[in-house]
Every structure is written in C-alpha cells, then in structure tokens.
C-alpha cells in the first residue's frame, strides 16, 4: 500500500511541476523565474521518487511501526530559547541594518557562534551566500530593499 501512494504521490507532484514549467516557458524571464527554478527540481527529485519506487528494493522492516522521540536526554527548553532568539536577533538585524546586510552577518554570527565553525569555512559560506543573495536579488532580479533603520537614523538611507 505504501508503495502505491509513494508512487502515486510522486506522479501528482510530476504533473503539477511539470504543468507549472510548461506554463511559465511563455512568460517574461522575470516573472518565470520562480516557477522555473522551484518546478525543474521538484519535477527531478518527484521522477527520481517514482524510479525509486518502482524499481528499488523494499526496506526489510517495512511494515513496523516505530517509536518517534523528538529528544532523549537533552534540555528542550533551553534549545527552543536559543532557536527562538537566533530568530529574533534576525528579525531585529533586518529592521536595524536591512536585508543586504543582516543576511551575511547573521550567516557568518551563527556559523562562529551556535555552530562553533572556523575562521575560514565561516568566512567562505557567509561570502558564498553574499554572493548568492547578491547575485540573484540585485544582478537579476534589481529587488530594492529598504534601508535600516539604523542607516536612516544616521542619514544614510
């Protein structure tokens, strides 16, 4: 039965990407951009999914059911209060500084902080996506961000 639904899950998701590609081929390249980048892939991993199914070999403990625990042994309070001021100080480095900024710095602060990463791979990453966000939202796609409002306040913006 689970097969089935995998098999038939991963036809519908083909359909609907593939639909959503087809479609977007005769629109504007900025408009089709979105449906393009998100719907070839899903369409890929949904075929992959599908070939999977069908000719991939059975898991030896199908059919058991299993225990899920979300943690043993760990301190869950304090892990969500960590999450949850990552996400704040986020928040906060967007209003304050402004997109173009806070996306780097919080990359690179978490990377050095919470992930306790060297020197060198948390440079490389924060400059890989500087590049990324760049690249994408002002090269291609000329998206104006609003200034913080610390640069506002300054008389930057």
């Known amino acids: ?65 299993k225990d899920f625990q979300l943690s043993i042994g760990k301190d869950t309070a304090r892990r969500t209060l960590v999450v949850t001021g990552w996400i704040l100080g986020f928040f906060a480095a967007i209003v304050l500084a402004g997109f173009p900024i806070a996306v780097p710095l919080f990359v690179f602060l978490f990377l050095k902080l919470q992930g306790r990463e060297g020197w060198v791979l948390s440079i490389v990453m924060t400059a890989a996506l500087w590049g990324v966000f760049y690249s994408l939202f002002d090269l291609l796609l000329h998206l104006p961000f609003a200034t913080g409002w610390l640069f506002t306040w300054l008389g930057f913006g």
């Open 1 to 65: 039965m689970h097969r089935n639904a995998s098999l038939a899950l991963s036809f519908l998701i083909m359909v609907a990407s593939g639909y959503g590609v087809i479609a977007a081929t005769a629109w504007p390249l900025k408009a089709a951009l979105f449906p393009l980048v998100i719907g070839i892939p899903l369409f890929c991993l949904a075929a992959a999914e599908a070939l999977w199914t069908l000719f991939g070999a059975a898991p030896a403990d199908a059919g058991e059911a």
